[in-house]
């Protein structure tokens, strides 16, 4: 697929967009980057989005009061995107109602993505959802409002045009969508900057509470649902301990969970480059991208740290003796 209208034949007239359980900014970005772009340019569509209800930060995004939380009860659109999902039980909502769409289309950038849809379109390569949906769209075709959304996607899973994944094309495309005249350091600010005060809070404790494992070459911290109910916060709260974690010296791995059920634990890992935290994730059911993955896993803390810990120890040694 080159462009976007390639898949708007004229027999499509219904088109549902949707995004990954527990929607992050690259998803919420490409959803509604594709969503508006769709309403905007192809009048005679019915088009709906569907994904897990957002955090407040990304309700600034034009139309994402349209956005349906809820599993449709009559759903066979002609065709169904879906945006930044690496496999088909991440679709959330609208996982049961799937394979009742008439033609599925994937958009996105997990290397751990094998293709689950009729039509795949899967870049690596690229930084965020967001910046694959924009290569597919017409720039001169783009609004302000949808730039402002595919612009907070890529910051989002660029952490601001810092992580690996950032290329110069990377910088080039938000060149672009600066160029529509988006409050591009308003939306750094206040999407990806700002903090509440109990996430610094809950941050501040993760870390005061972390351990260090081989060397300090591996760190350890999370939260148990007991400290999430006291503070009040939810796993979107959460979002970018894992990233502090990281930066710490010394530090190729950084693990994060949180207690996401009766000794359940969604982790989070992130990598420095030695070690392919997707491919541990992979293991558990998980994955993501080398230097960023998840799984969720069963059992104690200490079950999650002794069972990711070999797989990490391996890769470390395996680095070192590429050294
Ligand atoms: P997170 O640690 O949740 O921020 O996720 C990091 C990356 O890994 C994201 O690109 C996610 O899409 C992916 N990821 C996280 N959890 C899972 C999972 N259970 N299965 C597959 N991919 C995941
Ligand atoms: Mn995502
Ligand atoms: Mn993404």
Same mark, same amino acid.
């Given at each position: 697929?080159?462009? /976007?209208?390639?898949?708007?034949?004229?027999?499509?007239?219904?088109?549902?967009?949707?995004? $990954?359980?527990?929607?992050?900014? &690259?998803?919420?970005?490409?959803?509604?980057?594709?969503?508006?772009?769709?309403?905007? !340019?192809?009048?005679?569509?019915?088009?709906? #989005?569907?994904?897990?209800?957002?955090? &407040?930060?990304?309700?600034?995004?034009?139309?994402?009061?349209?956005?349906?939380?809820?599993?449709?009860?009559?759903?066979?659109?002609?065709?169904?995107?879906?945006?930044?999902?690496?496999?088909?039980?991440?679709?959330?909502?609208?996982?049961?109602? *799937?394979?009742?769409?008439?033609?599925?289309?994937?958009?996105?950038? $997990?290397?751990?993505?094998?293709?689950?849809?009729?039509? !795949?379109?899967?870049?690596?390569?690229?930084?965020?959802?967001?910046?694959?949906? *924009?290569?597919?769209?017409?720039?001169?075709?783009?609004?302000?409002?949808?730039?402002?959304?595919?612009?907070? @996607?890529?910051? $989002?899973?660029?952490?601001?045009?810092?992580?690996?994944?950032?290329?110069?094309?990377?910088?080039?495309?938000? @060149?672009?969508?600066? &160029?529509?005249?988006?409050?591009?350091?308003?939306?750094?600010?206040?999407?990806?900057?700002?903090?509440?005060?109990?996430?610094?809070?809950?941050?501040?404790?993760?870390?005061?509470?972390?351990?260090?494992?081989? &060397?300090?070459?591996?760190?350890?911290?999370?939260?148990?649902?007991?400290?999430?109910?006291?503070?009040?916060?939810?796993?979107?709260?959460?979002?970018?301990?894992?990233?502090?974690?990281? /930066?710490?010296?010394? #530090?190729? #791995?950084? /693990?994060?969970?949180?207690?996401?059920?009766? $000794?359940?634990?969604? #982790?989070?890992?992130?990598? !420095?480059?030695?070690?392919?935290?997707?491919?541990?994730?992979? *293991?558990?059911?998980?994955?993501?991208?080398?230097?960023?993955?998840?799984?969720?896993?069963?059992?104690?803390?200490?079950?999650?740290? !002794?069972?990711?810990?070999? *797989? /990490?120890?391996?890769?470390?040694?395996?680095?070192?003796?590429?050294?």
């Amino acid at each position: 697929m080159k462009k /976007i209208a390639e898949i708007i034949t004229p027999d499509i007239k219904t088109v549902a967009v949707a995004g $990954h359980v527990r929607p992050d900014g &690259d998803c919420v970005g490409s959803c509604m980057g594709l969503y508006l772009y769709l309403k905007e !340019n192809y009048p005679q569509l019915e088009v709906h #989005v569907y994904m897990e209800s957002i955090r &407040d930060i990304f309700q600034f995004i034009k139309c994402s009061d349209e956005i349906i939380s809820e599993c449709p009860q009559d759903f066979s659109p002609d065709l169904l995107i879906t945006c930044d999902a690496s496999s088909s039980d991440r679709i959330g909502i609208l996982t049961d109602v *799937y394979s009742q769409a008439k033609k599925t289309v994937c958009i996105d950038h $997990h290397v751990s993505n094998l293709g689950f849809a009729m039509v !795949n379109h899967v870049v690596p390569e690229s930084s965020s959802a967001s910046e694959v949906i *924009y290569e597919l769209l017409e720039d001169e075709k783009i609004s302000k409002n949808t730039a402002e959304a595919l612009y907070t @996607g890529i910051v $989002h899973d660029t952490g601001m045009f810092q992580f690996s994944c950032t290329s110069s094309r990377t910088m080039e495309i938000a @060149g672009k969508l600066m &160029d529509k005249d988006i409050p591009f350091s308003w939306i750094i600010d206040t999407t990806f900057n700002q903090k509440t005060y109990v996430q610094n809070q809950i941050l501040g404790r993760t870390i005061l509470e972390s351990i260090l494992l081989m &060397d300090g070459r591996v760190i350890v911290g999370g939260v148990h649902a007991r400290e999430m109910d006291f503070y009040k916060v939810t796993p979107k709260d959460l979002d970018g301990i894992v990233n502090q974690m990281r /930066i710490t010296k010394g #530090v190729e #791995v950084a /693990i994060f969970f949180y207690e996401s059920g009766n $000794h359940e634990f969604k #982790v989070s890992m992130r990598s !420095n480059g030695i070690v392919d935290v997707s491919k541990i994730a992979g *293991y558990f059911n998980g994955g993501g991208h080398v230097k960023a993955a998840g799984c969720t896993m069963q059992g104690s803390v200490y079950d999650v740290i !002794n069972n990711l810990t070999p *797989y /990490i120890e391996e890769q470390l040694n395996e680095g070192k003796k590429l050294d």
